[in-house]
């Protein structure tokens, strides 16, 4: 596909519609390690923060995200931003522009209530570390055992606000 064709459409996730596509995406992956039982379950859990990638009336691309909340020490407020949950583009449509476009899409989300979005890479995940590096994307702390496998992950953040590097007191 040609990046600038615009046949590519960003758009929510219609579970009903588009479970079949999700699935069949998550589970071609080579990197899947997600049974489609978990899938179901994270899917009900963020009907209203997933996004496809539809092109030809399919979804060839998702990523999921919820609203996270961080409560900031005495005298700051609350400050919201995203956890980007997962992203996922089928093999034969990566390297199009297509998870990069989804990432605008949840980008474009921020503003003064929400400035941040963070996402947990696992360590070995050249290609995905490459990818939000290059979404504008920085390291911020390497997350230990905390993945299935027992292996890191690497914690990245998108800031829009440069206050956003206060250190935390409670996260939910
Ligand atoms: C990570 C992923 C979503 C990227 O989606 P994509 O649609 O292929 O990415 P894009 O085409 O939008 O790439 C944007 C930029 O990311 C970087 N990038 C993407 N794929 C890359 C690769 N294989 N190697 C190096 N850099 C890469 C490049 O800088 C690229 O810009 P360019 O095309 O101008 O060079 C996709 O590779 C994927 O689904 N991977 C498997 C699932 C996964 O690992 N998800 C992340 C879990 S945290």
């Given at each position: 596909?040609?990046?600038?064709?615009?046949?590519?459409?960003?758009?929510?996730m219609?579970?009903?519609?588009?479970?079949?596509?999700v699935?069949?995406?998550?589970?071609?992956?080579?990197?899947?390690?997600?049974?489609?039982?978990?899938?179901?379950r994270?899917?009900?859990?963020?009907?209203s923060?997933?996004?496809?990638?539809?092109q030809?009336g399919?979804?060839?691309?998702?990523?999921?995200?919820?609203?996270?909340?961080?409560?900031?020490?005495?005298?700051?407020?609350?400050?919201?931003?995203?956890h980007?949950?997962?992203?996922?583009?089928?093999?034969?449509?990566?390297?199009?522009?297509?998870?990069?476009?989804m990432?605008?899409?949840?980008?474009?989300?921020?503003?003064?209530?929400?400035?941040?979005?963070?996402?947990?890479?696992?360590?070995?995940?050249?290609v995905?570390?490459?990818?939000?590096?290059?979404?504008?994307?920085?390291?911020?702390q390497v997350?230990q055992?905390?993945?299935?496998n027992g292996?890191?992950?690497?914690?990245m953040?998108?800031?829009?606000?440069?206050?956003?590097?206060?250190?935390p007191?409670?996260?939910?």
């Amino acid at each position: 596909m040609d990046k600038e064709s615009g046949a590519t459409r960003i758009r929510p996730m219609d579970i009903g519609r588009d479970m079949h596509s999700v699935l069949g995406t998550e589970q071609a992956s080579s990197e899947n390690t997600t049974t489609k039982e978990e899938l179901l379950r994270r899917l009900r859990r963020c009907n209203s923060a997933a996004m496809v990638a539809e092109q030809g009336g399919g979804a060839v691309g998702f990523l999921f995200w919820r609203g996270k909340r961080i409560i900031r020490a005495k005298g700051f407020g609350p400050k919201r931003g995203i956890h980007l949950i997962s992203i996922m583009v089928r093999q034969e449509y990566r390297k199009q522009g297509i998870g990069a476009r989804m990432v605008a899409e949840l980008t474009s989300k921020l503003g003064h209530n929400r400035t941040w979005i963070e996402v947990e890479v696992p360590e070995t995940n050249r290609v995905a570390l490459d990818f939000f590096r290059s979404q504008g994307f920085v390291e911020k702390q390497v997350l230990q055992n905390v993945l299935k496998n027992g292996g890191n992950a690497i914690l990245m953040h998108y800031n829009i606000a440069e206050s956003d590097d206060v250190k935390p007191d409670i996260v939910v």
